[in-house]
C-alpha cells in the first residue's frame, strides 16, 4: 500500500479530498480546510529539537498547504497527544513557537484538545479562505504549461516559510495548478500530473547548496511550491522555471526525455527514522 493508492480509494467515498486543503463553499468565499500530524520518532526526534522548534513545525505544515491553494489562513486548532517526557515547559515552548508563527500570518488559534499517549503527536488544523472558484488546484495543469518551483531544492528547513504571499500572488496570476512540496519532487510531480491526467518533462532542478541532484529530485522536506503557468505568463520573481507540461501518460515524469522514477518520500513505504532536515 502507498499513500497515493489509499487516497485514490478514499477519494471514491470521499468526494474533497485530494488536494492540499479541502475546498467548501461558503457563501462568497471559499473555505479550505487541511490538517496535518506532527509525531515522534516519525517526523523528529525531541533530542534534536526545542520544543518552540517542534511547534513552529507543527503549524508551518498546515500553513504550506493553505498557501499551496492560494489562500489566507484564518484559524487554527490543535490537538496534542503527550507522553510522560512531556512537562508543562514543554508544552509552555511548544506554544511560544507555534504562537509566533500563527500572529507573523494573522491566524487565530481558536482551540483543541489533550491526551496521553506513548509518543508525542501533534496534529494542527487551519481553516483559511479563498475567493469562491479560485482556489488553486493540483488537478488544472494542461499541455504546453510551463512548470515551476519558488525555491532550490534538496535540503529542507526545519523552519521554513510558508509561502503564503507567493500563493496569494499565483492565484491572482492564474496559475493553472500549485501544491506545496513536502515529499520530493519527483513524488509531488507526480501527484499532480495524474490528478491532471498529463505528462511532465523536467529540463532542469535547482539545487541547494551541497545537495545532489537525487537529493533534489527525491529527498522532500523543501516545503517550496510546486506550480504550472500558462505559456506567455509572467513568473514571480525568484521563482525556477524547470520544466513543461505535456500530453501522455498521466503522472509520468521525465527528466530530459528520461524516465524518472517517483520515489519521494512516503509514509507506508516504511522510513525507520525521522526524514527530516
Not at 517542534?54 to 499551496?68: E, P
Not at 545532489?212 to 506567455?232: A, K, N, Q, V
Not at 513543461?244 to 503522472?251: S, T, V
Amino acid at each position: 500500500m502507498t499513500e497515493l493508492a489509499l487516497v485514490a480509494a478514499l477519494a471514491k467515498r470521499l468526494p474533497r479530498i485530494g488536494d492540499d486543503c479541502a475546498i467548501v463553499p461558503h457563501g462568497p468565499e471559499d473555505l479550505l480546510f487541511t490538517t496535518d500530524l506532527l509525531v515522534e520518532d516519525v517526523h523528529f526526534r525531541r533530542a534534536e529539537r526545542t520544543a518552540a522548534d517542534v511547534g513552529y513545525r507543527a503549524l508551518a505544515r498546515s500553513l504550506s498547504d493553505i498557501a499551496a491553494m492560494g489562500g489566507e489562513p484564518r484559524w487554527a486548532t490543535v490537538a496534542l497527544a503527550l507522553p510522560p517526557w512531556a512537562t508543562g515547559r514543554w508544552v509552555a515552548g511548544f506554544y511560544d513557537g507555534l504562537i509566533a508563527l500563527a500572529a507573523q500570518h494573522r491566524t487565530e488559534v481558536v482551540g483543541g484538545d489533550f491526551s496521553r499517549a506513548l509518543a508525542l503527536t501533534a496534529d494542527v488544523m487551519v481553516c483559511g479562505t479563498a475567493p469562491k472558484g479560485q482556489a488553486l488546484r493540483r488537478d488544472r495543469a494542461r499541455p504546453g504549461d510551463l512548470i515551476y518551483v519558488s525555491g532550490p531544492l534538496g535540503r529542507g528547513k526545519w523552519r521554513f516559510p510558508p509561502r503564503l504571499a507567493l500563493g496569494q500572488q499565483l492565484r491572482k496570476l492564474g496559475a493553472t495548478s500549485c501544491m506545496d512540496l513536502s515529499d520530493g519532487l519527483s513524488l509531488d510531480l507526480h501527484r499532480l500530473a495524474v490528478a491532471s491526467r498529463v505528462a511532465a518533462d523536467l529540463h532542469t532542478v535547482p539545487l541547494a547548496r551541497g545537495a545532489s541532484l537525487s537529493d533534489g529530485l527525491h529527498r522532500g522536506e523543501d516545503y517550496e511550491l510546486l506550480f504550472t503557468l500558462p505559456p506567455g505568463a509572467k513568473p514571480p520573481r525568484l521563482t525556477h522555471a524547470i520544466g513543461r507540461i505535456l500530453r501522455g501518460q498521466p503522472g509520468l515524469v521525465t527528466y530530459n526525455g528520461g524516465q524518472v522514477t517517483p520515489d519521494g518520500h512516503d509514509h507506508f513505504r516504511s522510513q525507520p527514522h525521522p526524514r527530516t532536515p
